[in-house]
């Protein structure tokens, strides 16, 4: 009878175990309160071949349709009171881009004046989540979408291009991940030979 007993305690324990290690492994990762966080912008010149032929003179103009212009994303997933952990940006959205693109125009021979042709970018995402998966894990996913247009005189319009850039990263920096994206959306724009032949066009010149 305890030869019977013993082998159904064991199995018994067995069990126990199976059951109640999935809970001890969940109680090492609690939830923890998402704090607001602060990130800086950066952007870094794409490498481009050579300055553009005939290139000319070109106005830029950023507008910033978000709802925040200083919220730039949220810390979700493992969390609690995820509502809490706003990233937001210090830096002017606005500008950066402006910036940016200014900067890869310039590179490619374009005197940066009011003129009559313009490269008109609407910023409509900027978006930065980071996702915390344990107590020691997260992932970052970046996501940046701009509308751009290159008008001429009387605001005609000779490029209209949804633009995006992403980028993710495992354990790594937010602010990095973000100022990736930005580098993509904007080497994305400026590789575009449509996007420089429009500009040509806008100004009169080559087409």
């Known amino acids: 009878m305890l030869a019977y007993i013993t082998p159904n305690l064991e199995r018994g324990a067995l069990l126990w175990l199976l059951v109640i290690a999935p809970l001890l492994n969940s109680c090492l990762d609690i939830p923890r ?5 602060t990130v800086s912008l950066t952007y870094t010149p794409v490498e481009i071949a050579k300055p553009v032929k005939g290139a000319g003179t070109i106005a830029v103009i950023v507008n910033d349709f978000r709802a925040d212009p200083q919220k730039v994303g949220n810390v979700t ?9 706003v990233i937001t940006t210090g830096a002017d959205v606005k500008k950066v881009v402006q910036k940016a693109v200014e900067t890869e125009l310039g590179k490619l021979g374009f005197a940066i004046d009011a003129t009559k042709a313009t490269v008109v970018i ?14 020691d ?5 970046a996501k940046i979408l701009m509308h751009a247009e290159v008008r001429g005189a009387d605001q005609k319009v000779f490029y209209s291009q949804l633009v995006t850039g992403e980028s993710y990263s495992s354990n790594g920096s937010d602010e990095q991940t973000l100022s990736l994206a930005l580098n993509r959306a904007v080497g994305n724009l400026i590789t575009d030979p449509k996007f ?12």
């Not at 997933?77 to 952990?85: E, N, R």
């Not at 894990?137 to 996913?141: A, E, G, M, P």
């Not at 420089?196 to 087409?207: D, F, M, N, R, V």
């Open 33 to 37: 309160e998402a704090v607001p966080e």
């Open 77 to 85: 997933g493992t969390v609690l009171k995820a509502g809490k952990g």
């Open 122 to 135: 609407d910023v409509t995402q900027f978006d930065l989540q980071h996702v915390v998966v344990s107590s």
């Open 137 to 141: 894990d997260y992932q970052s996913q």
């Open 196 to 207: 420089i032949k429009a500009i040509l066009t806008a100004e009169g010149g080559p087409s």
